[in-house]
């Protein structure tokens, strides 16, 4: 069966259809391309509510517009985007292209709420279209909006009982149970890892004892000696953010994290290890740019007798190039304290940039750039 749309219907799914190939991680990116097809599902099924500007001219302008907002938005110009389909929706506000756009923009620019107000406008043309209220429950529930997303379901159901089977219904009341979780003020993740490990060289040694010094032959102990070992080792992170309020960029954040490792055999140094660390402040998440300084706290432990602990602070700014592209700067110092060697004793510093690229839709990235550490001690190491 052959299904004619017409020419508006047509350049809005030239529009749209690169989203719908694409599977994007969790996020608002993907939620934003998930709204963009099921406006293009509107498109395709009520060709009738595109209403359009009166007089070829007008018509025209308004096409240009289109083009122009749906470059910058390629080109991660989202805020002019937003701005031009804005004004244009104060002249078209039926217009289901321009509601369209304005969602992904709305998306685009951390605007949510009015980019679900762009979606509802079109089921205001049709109130009593079932389809469109399906279409609805699922931008809700992709928002993380159950109580609306049920809503829009049953009133769905009760304009067409089939729309929707029980599995369909419950699968959409998952999701957006889910997806509510991550508009929750706290989030956290961490990892934990436990296992076995073994070195062919636990001790760093040599692989003779015998040691050649000008005209003279010198036999080490055998502590000096290269020595394998098996042993186990634990190691854990926690992250953690919260958002200071409901419309506010900035999160107060922190982590934690450790590792330690013991050798089973009886060694004469590098018996065992451990590491900890805390830290603490603020985080500024931007539409392009992320800011984040913290203090932080850590100790050191390790053979033969020998602990550092250090405080200080680091920062690390982001900052989104391109959609794909990320510049990355990050510095630190710190005050480090040894128990037995006071000569390492003092301030240590590094600072970076990289760049990194996303691929795949942003599940892969490589990364690459420059470091520089110093000290100010004097025994450098």
């Known amino acids: 069966m052959a299904i004619m749309t017409p020419f508006y219907s047509r350049r809005a799914m030239s ?3 690169l989203f719908v190939s694409q599977t994007e991680p969790e996020g608002r990116s993907s939620m934003r391309k998930f709204v963009s097809f099921l406006l293009l599902l509107i498109l395709c099924n009520v060709p ?9 001219g007008a018509r025209l302008m308004a096409s240009q517009y289109l083009e122009q907002a749906k470059v910058m938005l390629k ?32 998306f685009a620019t951390g605007r ?37 997303s049920g809503a829009e379901m049953r009133e769905a159901l009760r304009l067409d ?76 992170n926690l992250n953690w953010g919260w958002q200071l309020g409901e419309d506010t960029p900035w999160h107060l954040v922190g982590d934690f994290a450790f590792f330690g490792k013991k050798y089973n055999n009886s060694l004469p140094s590098n018996q065992y290890f451990t590491w900890g660390h805390a830290s603490l402040g603020l985080r500024h998440v931007g539409e392009k740019s992320v800011f984040d300084m913290r203090g932080r706290v850590g100790n050191a432990t390790f053979d033969p007798f020998d602990s550092m602990t250090l405080w200080g602070g680091e920062a690390s700014f982001i ?17 480090r304290a040894y128990m037995e060697y006071d000569g390492k004793d003092g301030v240590y510093g590094n600072a970076g940039l990289y760049g990194r690229l996303l691929l795949g839709g942003g599940k892969h990235s490589l990364l690459g750039g420059i470091k520089y550490i110093g000290a100010s001690t004097s025994e450098e190491r």
């Open 48 to 56: 009738a509510l595109a209403a359009t500007p009166e007089g070829p």
């Open 319 to 335: 900052y989104a190039l391109l959609p794909n592209f990320q510049l990355i700067a990050r510095a630190g110092i710190d005050s």
């Open 112 to 148: 949510d709420n009015q980019a679900i107000s762009a979606i509802e406008r079109v089921v205001e043309l049709q109130p009593d279209n079932p389809a469109l209220r399906l279409a609805l429950a699922k931008a809700y529930a992709r928002a993380g909006d159950q109580a609306a």
């Open 75 to 106: 080109q991660g110009k989202n805020e002019d985007a937003w701005q031009m389909l804005r004004n244009l929706m104060r002249e078209e506000p039926e217009n289901i292209e321009v509601n369209a756009m304005l969602s992904q923009a709305a």
């Open 161 to 236: 009982p089939n729309i929707a089977d029980k599995g369909q219904q419950e699968d959409l009341a998952k999701a957006a149970k889910s997806a509510a979780s991550r508009y929750d003020r706290f989030k956290s993740a961490g990892r934990l890892a436990m296992g076995v490990l073994w070195s062919s060289n636990a001790t760093g040694g040599l692989d003779n004892l015998d040691v050649d010094i000008g005209p003279y032959t010198f036999r080490l102990t055998e502590d000096a000696e290269k020595k394998d070992a098996f042993g186990e080792y634990i190691n854990g």
């Open 15 to 17: 529009a749209f259809g």
